[in-house]
């Protein structure tokens, strides 16, 4: 079961479209979905479980709570929109574009992909790539 909750003005259109898609990334990865939440809100909300949880004093775009068990998984993925909306200008990207982008890598961590070494966030961004061009298809 995959869940949107907005705690910023902000909805998705055609939530079911975008859990369908991400389902099936999840099935394409050889997992199954328990529950995960997207929780999306403000740059300050997201900085302040950045600093309570993860001891980091900045901005970021997605931050990731990992509750999976063994291939089915769970957990909570909070994505600023304000990030996502800057990010989209920086990188020439369509919103729609960057919030699948950081919808996708936050599951990704989920099912054991890492970006911490260079070689680490390459198979990433192959995944992110991947699974990305599903999604003209499904939205």
């Not at 389902?23 to 909300?45: K, L, P, R, S």
């Not at 909070?78 to 990010?87: A, K, L, Q, T």
């Not at 729609?96 to 260079?118: C, P, Q, S, W």
Request: aromatic share 14%; with cysteine.
């Amino acid at each position: 079961m995959i869940l949107f909750f907005y705690e910023t003005p902000f909805s998705i259109e055609n939530e079911l479209n975008w859990k369908n898609w991400l389902n099936a990334a999840v099935e394409t990865e050889g997992f199954q979905t328990e529950e995960i939440n997207y929780i999306f809100c403000d740059d300050e909300y997201l900085l302040d479980i950045n600093i309570q949880y993860l001891d980091h004093d900045y901005y970021t775009d997605v931050i990731g709570f990992q509750y999976s068990e063994g291939k089915e998984i769970s957990g909570d993925v909070y994505i600023s929109v304000d990030r996502v909306r800057e990010n989209a200008e920086n990188h020439q990207k369509s919103f729609e574009n960057e919030l699948a982008r950081v919808m996708i890598h936050g599951i990704l961590h989920f099912m054991n992909y890492k970006d911490k070494t260079e070689e680490e966030a390459k198979k990433m961004k192959e995944a992110e790539e991947r699974h990305l061009s599903f999604l003209e298809e499904i939205i």
